[in-house]
């Protein structure tokens, strides 16, 4: 079969022939409808090196954005997994006998530096092909939905629902205000689930004139870049600030944007892997209010995105491309031409 490979550190992937996976105990095997193109892929590839923390050891099929339809079972798969009916994957596995896996919340693994890999299409084989082996209990019914433009909700949607979940307290009540930056893929959801969750104002800022465009679509007042954007902004909630904020950049830039725009006792959430750092003042850092950063989500989160896909809260921008064309995603995706999700779709019906 035909997937996107990392072969190489520092390299682009290849598009070439691998042979077809076998489910074994546990697993399932999906015929893949779309698996989404994602910047991480990009840092997998262009950015980590050998022996560096987060650095998965080629080769492997990259994809850990993935949706598809069960073609068989290994053994031991309980009989609740329907061959044949449209399942997303939910990506991060874990050890499965810590505290955080018992929970469902694999992204945070006590024993992940143990582990083989991260995640399917992070170590291990991912969903950029064919076909891919997933464990059956990480599969969510999606039903009629579209598995499609449901992929790239495995992570474009996981991860800035998580991040808002855990903000949820500080956007409780009337007068609040969210704060989005960066409004990419994960952003433009972010500020759908913001819209669906909260009665919050949603503030919403990129350099991207068409990104605010479909941000205010979505219910959300922008703010442009520039020397006067925090000026803005906290204009905008009558100079007290935001209650929580969400940075899904994370370069220094921004996180100081979004630390400067915080009211007392708001909540910071870096979501961004843009390397940027944050410094403590007392006398600068507003009474009670915190940075902090999420990882992903848990397959309980991801039980709940689905949910929201499924009832019309969350409404992925995605372009597709071929199997042919899956290179050309990657390439347009490192350019900036990319708007929403990219998906790859290797088994089109």
């Not at 940075?291 to 995605?318: C, F, H």
């Not at 042919?324 to 929403?340: C, H, P, T, W």
Request: proline share 6%; charged share 20%; net charge negative.
């Amino acid at each position: 079969m035909r997937a996107v490979v990392f072969e190489n550190y520092g390299e682009f992937p290849s598009l070439t022939e691998v042979p077809k996976p076998e489910p074994g105990p546990g697993d399932a095997l999906l015929r893949v409808a779309g698996a989404g193109a994602c910047h991480s892929d990009i840092s997998v590839y262009r950015l980590f090196e050998e022996g560096q923390p987060g650095a998965q050891k080629p080769p492997f099929v990259l994809g850990h954005e993935n949706a598809g339809w069960v073609e068989a079972v290994g053994p031991g798969v309980s009989d609740r997994i329907e061959v044949g009916a449209a399942y997303m994957a939910y990506g991060p596995i874990g050890c499965g006998h810590c505290r955080q896996c018992a929970e469902g919340r694999e992204t945070y693994c006590e024993n992940a530096a143990t582990m083989p890999y991260l995640a399917v299409g992070l170590g291990r084989d991912g969903g950029m092909a064919e076909y891919v082996t997933v464990p059956a209990h990480h599969l969510i019914p999606l039903g009629d939905a579209d598995p499609v433009a449901a992929a790239p909700l495995a992570d474009a949607g996981l991860t800035p629902y998580h991040a808002i979940t855990q903000a949820l307290p500080h956007l409780h009540g009337g007068g609040r205000f969210a704060l989005v930056i960066g409004l990419g893929g994960l952003g433009q959801i972010g500020v759908q689930i913001l819209c669906a969750l909260t009665g919050a104002t949603i503030i919403a800022t990129d350099v991207k004139e068409g990104a605010r465009k479909r941000a205010e679509d979505s219910g959300a007042i922008t703010v442009g870049a520039g020397p006067d954007q925090v000026e803005r902004i906290r204009a905008l909630t009558g100079g007290r600030g935001v209650d929580a904020a969400f940075d899904f950049v994370g370069a220094g830039p921004t996180v100081a944007a979004a630390a400067a725009c915080m009211a007392q006792g708001g909540r910071l959430s870096v979501v961004g892997i843009g390397g940027g750092t944050h410094e403590f003042s007392f006398f600068t850092n507003p009474y009670e209010s915190y940075v902090t950063n999420t990882y992903w989500g848990s397959i309980r989160d991801l039980w709940e995105v689905v949910d929201m896909y499924k009832a019309g809260q969350i409404r992925p921008e995605v372009e597709r491309f071929s199997m042919d064309d899956a290179l050309e995603a990657y390439r347009r995706l490192e350019a900036g031409e990319i708007s929403g999700r990219a998906v790859v779709t290797p088994n089109a019906r």
